[in-house]
């Protein structure tokens, strides 16, 4: 399946991080979004929710916000795809400090009259036990994308 609108919502999603553009990073999104983020709680669900937590999000840096997506690989049928990558985010916090961290993410998208849209989305971070500590010093390997 050729998968050429899926990478263009894949870059643009990161474009409307990197620039902190709230609006045009919704518009990735479908009105009853489920997602799953790193921080609590459980979940958010619906487009509104969404808006809230990214406004947050996007509160809390004062530069542009890094997104480098590698080992992307979709699977794609019919009016359902599924896409599982790796982001390394990066930049500078509110509070002037320098990250740099890399998260594990799902998307399940479903084709609507209007294109690709995300309906659910799964970000994580690995866990270090038995501490119980997130690994935010992981990079991703050098492959690119996986298809």
Do not use: K, N
Request: glycine share 10%; proline share 5%; hydrophobic share 45%.
């Amino acid at each position: 399946m050729d998968t050429t609108e899926i990478d263009a919502l894949l870059e643009g999603r990161s474009e409307a991080i990197r620039a902190r553009d709230l609006d045009r990073l919704l518009a990735f999104y479908a009105p009853d979004i489920v997602y799953f983020d790193v921080v609590p709680p459980l979940y958010y669900a619906g487009i509104d929710a969404l808006r809230g937590r990214f406004r947050d999000w996007f509160g809390r840096w004062s530069s542009p916000i890094g997104q480098d997506v590698t080992d992307v690989h979709v699977e794609a049928g019919g009016d359902v795809a599924a896409v599982r990558m790796l982001i390394r985010t990066s930049g500078t916090l509110a509070a002037g400090r320098e990250v740099g961290y890399c998260v594990r993410a799902t998307d399940i998208l479903r084709r609507t009259a209007d294109g690709w849209a995300i309906t659910h989305e799964h970000v994580s971070l690995p866990v270090e036990f038995p501490a119980g500590t997130a690994a935010m010093d992981l990079v991703p390997p050098q492959r690119g994308r996986a298809g």
